[in-house]
């Protein structure tokens, strides 16, 4: 079953306006979680890394400002783009990994289902 | 420097038949973890296997097996017996040893589409 819950899955809003997008981890507890931005037919390309309990790092070229990530609890990221523009309409997928077992490195991400954002 | 290399776009494949896409990555790192992940058309990311640098024998999950030649830098990923639910997206991944800021970035490939044909 999905470890990690996105929501919504699809949203449309105005130029101008903020859209919050929620990332919950199911039954563990993630102290990281990771967005992921992804153009149609291209790649994943990681926006930040969100850090419970302290401020997100952002990748080279996102601007902090605009894409706001707070990390309030152990279960739960959210992801506001503010100010919407038509050229923010994307697919947002987050993820996190669930803690290994001992020193186990190959624990993967697992994702969310995404967010399809339409700015119109 | 593209750290992840996927050079399919897109591949076919006959139902029933095996198939192997592509994937060599770049790293001065001993210790990596590389990923394989299906995106069908929903959007949703699957995990289907993973293959560590420093893992003896190839990684296998099912139908999925990962070709690990770590001299070449190549993990290329072997579907068997496709079926027709194996349409997709296929993503390469790579996490690498934790950077000073102690996160493990995980750094995916382009991307290949495969369509298996019945």
């Known amino acids: 079953g999905a470890v990690v819950s996105q929501h919504p899955s699809r949203v449309i809003c105005k130029s101008g306006t903020s859209v919050k997008i929620e990332c919950r981890s199911l039954d563990f507890q993630a102290t990281t979680m990771f967005w992921y931005r992804q153009f149609p037919k291209k790649s994943l390309m990681l926006m930040a890394t969100?850090?419970?309990?302290?401020?997100?790092?952002?990748e080279q070229g996102v601007e902090k400002d605009k894409f706001l990530i707070n990390h309030a609890s152990l279960t739960l990221s959210t992801l506001t783009v503010t100010s919407a523009h038509p050229e923010d309409s994307s697919f947002y997928i987050c993820?996190?990994?669930?803690?290994?077992?001992?020193?186990?490195?190959?624990?993967?991400?697992?994702f969310g289902n995404g967010t399809r954002l339409t700015v119109t | 420097a593209q750290k992840i290399t996927q050079t399919q776009p897109g591949m076919f494949v006959q139902e029933k038949e095996a198939v192997t896409l592509d994937c060599t990555y770049d790293t001065s790192d001993p210790s990596y973890g590389l990923f394989w992940y299906k995106q069908p058309s929903s959007g949703e990311m699957i995990f289907l296997i993973y293959?560590?640098?420093?893992?003896?024998q190839n990684a296998t999950e099912g139908r999925y097996s990962l070709n690990f030649q770590k001299a070449r830098k190549s993990a290329n990923l072997v579907i068997s017996a496709s079926q027709l639910g194996d349409s997709a997206m296929y993503f390469c991944?790579?996490?690498?040893?934790?950077?000073?800021?102690?996160?493990?970035?995980?750094?995916f490939g382009t991307g290949t589409k495969l369509q298996v044909i019945p």
């Open positions: 969100s850090n419970e309990g302290s401020k997100a790092t952002y």
């Open positions: 991944a790579m996490r690498e040893a934790p950077n000073s800021g102690g996160y493990q970035k995980v750094t």
């Open positions: 993820s996190a990994r669930v803690p290994p077992a001992g020193t186990a490195n190959n624990s993967p991400l697992h």
């Open positions: 293959q560590g640098s420093y893992d003896q």
